[in-house]
C-alpha cells in the first residue's frame, strides 16, 4: 500500500524558511512521478512543483525562484525548501504521487493524475 507521510511544516514569520519533507513507503518510488501541492483557505489546491524520476522539475510560476524541491531516491523521500516566505504562502502543503507515466510527469500538475496523496503538514506565515 502507497503511504506518504509530510512533516516540516510550521509557523513562521515573513521571511522566513522552512524545509518540508515527504517519506514515501509501499512502492517503487523511483519510478513514480512526485509533487507538492498546496491548499490555501478558501482556495483550490495547487501545484506547485512537480518532479520527475530523474529530479527535472516543473515549477508553478507562483513560487520560481522562492521554492526548490529535491528527491533522495535512496531514502525515498521528497523535499521542498522554501525561502522568502510570505503570508501568501500559508496554506496545508501535500506531497502526492503518480506512475501513470513510467516515472515522468510531462509537465502536468492536474491534482486529478496524481493517485496517491499524503495527509499534508500546515505551514502560516505570519507578517
Known amino acids: 500500500q502507497v503511504q506518504l507521510v509530510e512533516s516540516g511544516g510550521g509557523s513562521v514569520q515573513t521571511g522566513g524558511s522552512l524545509r518540508l519533507s515527504c517519506a514515501a513507503s509501499?512502492?517503487?518510488?523511483?519510478?513514480?512521478?512526485m509533487g507538492w501541492f498546496r491548499q490555501a483557505p478558501g482556495k483550490e489546491r495547487e501545484g506547485l512543483a512537480i518532479?520527475?524520476?530523474?529530479?527535472?522539475?516543473v515549477y508553478a510560476d507562483s513560487v520560481k525562484g522562492q521554492f526548490t524541491a529535491s528527491r533522495d531516491n535512496a531514502k525515498n523521500t521528497l523535499y521542498l525548501q522554501m525561502n522568502s516566505l510570505k503570508p501568501e504562502d500559508t496554506g496545508m502543503y501535500y506531497c502526492?504521487?503518480?506512475?501513470?507515466?513510467?516515472?515522468?510527469?510531462?509537465?502536468?500538475?492536474?491534482?486529478?493524475?496524481?493517485?496517491?496523496w499524503g495527509q499534508g503538514t500546515q505551514v502560516i506565515v505570519s507578517s
Open positions: 518532479m520527475n524520476k530523474d529530479g527535472t522539475t
Open positions: 502526492a504521487a503518480h506512475s501513470k507515466w513510467g516515472g515522468y510527469c510531462n509537465d502536468s500538475p492536474l491534482t486529478s493524475l496524481f493517485d496517491y
Open positions: 509501499g512502492y517503487i518510488y523511483s519510478r513514480y512521478c
